[in-house]
């Protein structure tokens, strides 16, 4: 089966910039992830979808960042404006069931300059 | 929340050797307890998770022993191969309701 796709795969943008990550998850998956993952640290939870509804978006900065999931299959996470700060891998993961079993993309690394 | 720390954050063996990884865990309600794998430049992979119903899961050279008393898991890894090179995430959570959080990476490294 095709795997988590996600796009682009680097990003380089200057500070103050907007910014957008786009994720197909695995066919069939209900649930989609958006991690963050800083150099040498684990993946930290920004937002989860079941279907359509951001159901956990505790996590998620909401005066720059943004999510969406139109139709409960494609997601993007938008930065705006992007800071320093922002610079990290923007991990996007689905699963068939919350929690369970799950399959992240390759990730996108940022860089803002 | 839940917080799992990880250790050591670095280790190297020689291969063939068997390497260990060890996570604790603080929330009491946390049941499930994946690992992943993360080759340089790659994305996360699962390669073994345990569920708190279980002390031990075996898949042929990994295994994951649970000790919800003293809330700590380990990842064993026997035979170990130049492949087994990458950075180890354990994570916990409760599948109840919880976000799953992970712990801070293990970077492991065979030696020829």
């Known amino acids: 089966e095709a795997g988590v796709v996600q796009s682009p795969r680097y990003k380089i943008i200057e500070k103050k910039q907007p910014v957008a990550f786009w994720c197909n998850p695995i066919?069939?998956?209900?649930?989609l992830y958006w991690y963050l993952q800083n150099l040498g640290q684990g993946p930290e939870l920004l937002i989860r979808?079941?279907?359509?509804?951001?159901?956990?978006d505790s996590q998620l900065p909401k005066d720059r960042f943004s999510a969406e999931r139109l139709k409960g299959v494609d997601s993007t996470l938008k930065i705006q404006p992007a800071e320093l700060g922002d610079s990290a891998v923007y991990l996007c993961?689905?699963?068939?069931?919350?929690?369970?079993?799950?399959?992240f993309g390759s990730g996108t690394q940022l860089s803002v300059l | 929340g839940e917080n799992v720390e990880q250790h050591p954050s670095t280790l190297s063996v020689q291969e063939g050797d068997s390497a260990v990884i060890k996570c604790t865990y603080s929330?009491?309600?946390?049941?499930?307890f994946p690992w992943y794998k993360q080759e340089l430049g790659k994305r996360p992979q699962l390669i073994i998770d345990?569920?708190?119903?279980?002390g031990e899961k075996k898949d042929q050279r990994i295994a994951v022993t649970l000790n919800k008393t003293a809330k700590h898991f380990s990842l064993h890894i026997t035979e170990t191969q130049p492949e087994d090179s990458a950075v180890y995430f354990c994570?916990?959570?409760?599948?109840?309701?919880?976000?799953?959080?992970f712990g801070t990476g293990t970077r492991l490294t065979i030696i020829p």
């Open positions: 979808y079941e279907n359509e509804e951001a159901v956990d």
């Open positions: 929330d009491s309600a946390s049941n499930y």
């Open positions: 345990i569920r708190s119903n279980v």
């Open positions: 994570a916990a959570s409760n599948l109840g309701n919880e976000k799953l959080t």
């Open positions: 993961a689905s699963s068939s069931r919350f929690n369970e079993k799950l399959f």
């Open positions: 066919s069939g998956h209900n649930t």
